[in-house]
């Protein structure tokens, strides 16, 4: 059964930096590529960084290039999301994500708030 648990959300000021992990289970996860979206309040649901596999290529979002970092690691089946230099307009719940078998699947999300 795929399972996907975020954390590392939490409340950070402007210019802060948080690290998000994603515990996942239940597939090969080194030969997965994985997603981080998030969705603001009233807004659509948004790629935020996408990896092929642990030290695969990566893709960003323009809104976050140079700030996040997404990375891996198959020891611990965890992906994780860097957030550096943080903005306002970065709160949102951010989920990851992984195709397995045809169908997607998704964490419940963790919560990050930018604010002063």
């Known amino acids: 059964q795929v399972q996907l648990v975020e954390s590392g959300g939490g409340l950070v000021q402007p210019g802060g930096s948080l690290r998000l992990s994603c515990a996942a289970s239940?597939?090969?996860?080194?030969?997965?590529?994985m997603t981080w979206y998030r969705q603001a309040p009233g807004k659509e649901r948004e790629l935020v960084a996408a990896?092929?596999?642990?030290?695969?290529?990566?893709n960003y979002a323009d809104s976050v290039k140079g700030r996040f970092t997404i990375s891996g690691d198959n020891a611990k089946n965890t992906m994780y999301l860097q957030m550096n230099s943080l903005k306002p307009e970065d709160t949102a719940v951010y989920y990851c994500?992984?195709?397995?078998?045809?169908?997607?699947?998704w964490g419940k999300g963790t919560l990050v708030t930018v604010s002063s």
């Open positions: 994500k992984v195709a397995v078998g045809g169908a997607n699947y």
């Open positions: 239940g597939f090969t996860f080194s030969r997965r590529a």
């Open positions: 990896i092929t596999s642990v030290g695969g290529s990566t």
